[in-house]
């Protein structure tokens, strides 16, 4: 992935936590710096199906999911499946369709199946939707609905290259496909044992409660008006076990919680309107909530 996607390890890191995690990963910023495609890198580095949703206003939950269309030779209806089933989806642009579009995906991605018409129809192993969406402030773009932010495992930003990684860019890909110098190193079962080995690593009863700690200081801090959720310490718990996997260790320490603390709470929180007044950003409000609990102490 870093062939095509120049001086952004942080963020090719975090999509293989995310990916190893069985999370989803949203990416926002703004056009034209690489989001689409670390997406479609992370999917062609792993031999797996990815499939691509633009995500527009006319966009309908059944283009997402699926329809059930009549077969007049058979007499019987019949699903034809949408976008979402494939190994890695690629959510263009999410926040450009309807909140009602946008809800489509909740069910795919709490439980990696999704329910036409009475029937459910599980989803491919591995299974993660990476979207990417514009700024808020941008034309034509909704914000996402808190539900549908709560069910990504973490937010990035790419955010400009810097001047040795750009020329390096211009040199390396302005001459045809970015995309041609990705190559599978491993496949979609490889991947599949990876994610239940790290199911395996170790978090103590501490850890456990350290993350409670951390999610419990959202709900009642000054500056916010909505904390964390249940699933967010969940997300946290397992993208820790990823990154303490990486590194490898089969056990958890503080330190891979407090790290991943801004990626993982920074997007599901709302800030009070005197704390936006004051431009008091989330990632700073998590990260000041994190330093303010004591590490566990190691045994």
Not at 111 to 136: C, H, K, R, W
Not at 207 to 228: K, M
Not at 265 to 276: S, Y
Request: proline share 6%.
């Amino acid at each position: 992935m870093a062939r095509v996607i120049e001086g952004k390890q942080a963020q090719l890191r975090m999509a293989v936590t995310v990916l190893l995690a069985e999370g989803h990963l949203l990416i926002e910023d703004v056009p034209g710096v690489g989001k689409t495609v670390l997406a479609k890198a992370l999917g062609r580095s792993i031999a797996g199906d990815v499939r691509r949703i633009q995500f527009t206003p006319d966009l309908l939950p059944s283009d997402v999911t699926g329809v059930s269309v009549f077969n007049q030779s058979t007499r019987e209806f019949e699903f034809k499946k949408g976008g979402i089933f494939a190994n890695v989806v690629l959510g263009d642009e999410i926040n450009r369709a309807s909140p009602k579009t946008q809800s489509a995906l909740l069910e795919a991605m709490a439980e990696s199946q999704v329910s036409v018409d009475g029937t459910t129809y599980p989803l491919a192993e591995p299974f993660m939707v990476i979207a990417t969406q514009n700024p808020i402030e941008m034309e034509g773009t909704y914000p996402l609905p808190e539900a549908q932010r709560d069910r990504f495992m973490a937010r990035i930003t790419m955010g400009y290259p810097d001047r040795r990684a750009e020329v390096a860019m211009l040199a390396h890909h302005a001459g045809g496909d970015e995309l041609a110098a990705v190559h599978p190193v491993t496949d979609v079962a490889t991947v599949t044992a990876a994610i239940r080995a790290v199911r395996a690593v170790y978090v103590a009863p501490v850890i456990n409660d350290y993350i409670v700690s951390i999610v419990d200081a959202t709900r009642h801090h000054p500056d916010l008006r909505l904390g964390a959720s249940p699933r967010a310490g969940l997300h946290l718990l397992r993208a820790s076990r990823v990154v303490a996997a990486l590194s490898g260790r089969d056990y958890v320490i503080p330190e891979d919680v407090s790290a991943l603390a801004v990626d993982v709470l920074a997007h599901r929180i709302l800030p009070t309107v005197e704390a936006q007044v004051a431009r008091r950003q989330p990632a700073a409000i998590i990260r000041a909530a994190v330093a303010a609990i004591p590490l566990p102490e190691r045994r």
